[in-house]
């Protein structure tokens, strides 16, 4: 299990980029590895075992369960974000000794809406965003500081602020590498990103 790196699970979606984008940047700021589903495309590996190989890997995990609409084709909710959540949580209760270590961040829109739908973590903290990309910077950061006492992080206000600032300076540095910004994955997102803090920043 590697002691900084954060599994992401969260929706995949065009109308949730942004948010993605967020968590990811409030990772590597904050001096953590990002970790998701997307981070290596190999059609030989079963997604399933994927992201259990990389929440065994995972100390921290970051689950944002407020994409719970309606698919508008299916007509039915997609249930990965929960599910997800499921595994990380069973690893640190079934997994190995070293797993119970593991610390989980989950986010909602509002504090009490998941008992509605995942009634099961009843009595957990859940963290609302609602929906506002600098308030979940804010929760998130907030979050990861805790487990770095004494390093040098910004506060969730700071990180939200560079974040802004990174987002208007995207486009001119995809044309750098001739990538569209459409075109990103999520490695590239994370590369842009490093590059960025460590040359603005110096983190």
Known sequence: MNPTDVFINCPFSDDYREHFRALVFTV???????????ERDDAGEV???????IIKECAFGIHDISKTEL???SNLPRFNMPFELGLFLGATKFGARSFKQKATLVLDRQ???????ISDIAGQ???AHNGAIATLI???ATWLRDHRPGAPVPGG??????????SLALP????AKHIHPDELTFLDYWTLASEWIVATVGA
Do not use: M, N, W
């Open 172 to 175: 001119a540095a995809c044309a």
């Open 111 to 117: 504090p009490f809406r998941y008992q509605s739908f």
């Open 138 to 140: 804010c929760e998130t």
């Open 71 to 73: 698919d508008p084709v």
């Open 47 to 53: 997604r399933y075992d994927k992201i259990c190989r």
């Open 125 to 127: 903290d859940i963290h």
């Open 28 to 38: 590597v700021r904050s001096g953590f590895t990002p970790r998701c589903a997307r």
């Open 157 to 166: 206000l700071a990180i939200a602020a560079e974040f802004e600032q990174f």
